[in-house]
């Protein structure tokens, strides 16, 4: 089982649309979360870390629900700019960040 | 303010040559970590280092070679380019407590092998 797996997409919305993106990790040893942002042929970007008691940044909204191990990022009024891939991360005390495959999402106009 | 520079951008090897890809930082990062991202394989770990003399292998370190003499710098060493090689690697870095903050990433070298 792959330690980070998220939604395969892609996802295809219109501008103003809201989409949601799930990720589930494997171990409960999990200490730090994250979303990244990836642009075609860039380097990641951070985009939010993601707490248990859920945190916004403006359209962004990320969940953490440590029971379930799983990970959501919500983006409300999508915009052209938001398409991009985006990558589930997570982080065990003392070693690496694991990525997830990602998920690309296209908004259209 | 640099961050983290890699270099080169590009490279085009044959296969059996061996090259090091140079990745510099200078936010004084003790945590610095190579990792290569492939079509549908997402981005793996190869090696990495919590500070200088110290080295740990990642998911993929075959065919890898990484060494750290100072905070600075951390390159990557093919020792024997290989086609299965070709890929685009991104250099990583971040405080030792930070890496709750995540990581902040070189541009990438985009390198193929033939």
């Known amino acids: 089982r792959k330690e980070v797996e998220q939604d395969p997409g892609p996802f295809n919305v219109p501008e103003g649309a809201t989409v949601a993106f799930n990720c589930t990790y494997s171990?409960?040893?999990?200490?730090?979360f994250f979303w990244y942002r990836q642009d075609c042929r860039k380097e990641p970007k951070l985009l939010m870390s993601v707490y248990s008691s859920g945190n916004e940044d403006g359209r962004f909204t990320a969940q953490l629900n440590r029971a379930s191990q799983y990970i959501s990022l919500l983006i409300r009024d999508s915009k052209l700019s938001d398409s991009a891939t985006y990558l589930c991360v997570v982080n065990q005390a003392g070693t690496a960040l694991i990525f997830g495959k990602g998920t690309t999402l296209s908004v259209s106009s | 303010n640099a961050g983290v520079t890699q270099t080169p951008k590009f490279q085009v090897l044959k296969t059996g040559q061996s090259m090091t890809l140079q990745c510099a930082q200078d936010?004084?990062?003790?945590?610095m970590s190579w990792y290569r991202q492939d079509p549908g394989m997402g981005l793996r770990l190869i090696h990495y280092?919590?500070?200088?003399?110290?080295?740990d292998q990642g998911e993929v370190p075959n065919g890898y070679n990484v060494s750290r003499s100072t905070t600075e710098d951390f390159p990557l060493r093919l020792l024997s380019a290989a086609p299965s090689q070709t890929s685009v690697y991104f250099c990583?870095?971040?405080?030792?407590?930070?890496?709750?903050?995540?990581?902040?990433f070189g541009s990438g070298t985009r390198l193929t092998v033939v």
């Open positions: 990583a870095s971040s405080y030792i407590g930070g890496l709750k903050y995540g990581y902040t």
């Open positions: 171990n409960s040893a999990s200490q730090s």
């Open positions: 936010m004084n990062h003790e945590y």
């Open positions: 280092s919590v500070g200088a003399g110290i080295t």
